[in-house]
């Protein structure tokens, strides 16, 4: 299913509501156990599995770990994961800030002027962006 077609109609489907159990019950917990190394290059390399990477995990735990090399798609689908879930939290993180300080957050419009675009005709900014885009 493309994640257009999700809405507050069919998220939950059978799956039931999310219980939530992060700040008292108001918040979610990211849970991932994933490392991607160099996804553009053939040989890249995929880390993934309930395995927390610590002596515990690989001594005393059940824990399952795969190591996928070699597999650019799937590296670069777990990469733009890993991005998102990223920017996500940093959205966040910037708007509470702004918050904090009594300033304007993000009205949520696009920008009427081509200012925007300053840093990355400059170089500044757009190194992750030239990197996947090389």
Same mark, same amino acid.
């Given at each position: 299913?493309?994640? @257009?077609? #999700?809405? *507050?109609?069919?998220?939950?489907? /059978?799956?039931?509501?999310?219980?939530? %159990?992060?700040?008292? =019950?108001?918040? @979610?917990? #990211?849970h *991932?156990?994933?490392?991607v190394? /160099?996804?553009?290059?053939?040989?890249? %390399?995929?880390?993934? =599995?309930?395995h927390?990477?610590?002596?515990k995990?690989?001594?005393?735990?059940d824990?399952?770990?795969?190591?996928? %090399?070699?597999?650019?798609?799937?590296?670069?689908?777990?990469?733009?994961?890993?991005l998102?879930?990223?920017?996500?939290?940093?959205?966040?993180?910037?708007?509470t800030?702004?918050?904090?300080?009594?300033?304007?957050?993000?009205?949520?419009?696009?920008?009427?002027?081509?200012?925007?675009?300053k840093?990355?005709?400059?170089?500044?900014?757009?190194?992750?962006?030239?990197?996947?885009?090389?």
């Amino acid at each position: 299913m493309r994640a @257009a077609r #999700i809405d *507050d109609r069919t998220i939950l489907g /059978d799956l039931g509501a999310e219980r939530f %159990t992060a700040h008292n =019950g108001i918040g @979610a917990i #990211i849970h *991932d156990k994933l490392v991607v190394i /160099d996804p553009r290059s053939p040989n890249c %390399t995929v880390i993934l =599995g309930s395995h927390n990477l610590g002596f515990k995990a690989s001594y005393s735990n059940d824990e399952n770990l795969l190591i996928v %090399t070699g597999d650019q798609e799937l590296a670069a689908a777990y990469a733009v994961h890993i991005l998102d879930v990223y920017d996500h939290y940093r959205f966040r993180a910037i708007e509470t800030e702004r918050q904090r300080k009594g300033q304007k957050g993000w009205s949520g419009f696009i920008e009427e002027n081509d200012r925007w675009q300053k840093g990355y005709v400059q170089g500044r900014k757009g190194a992750l962006m030239r990197y996947f885009a090389r």
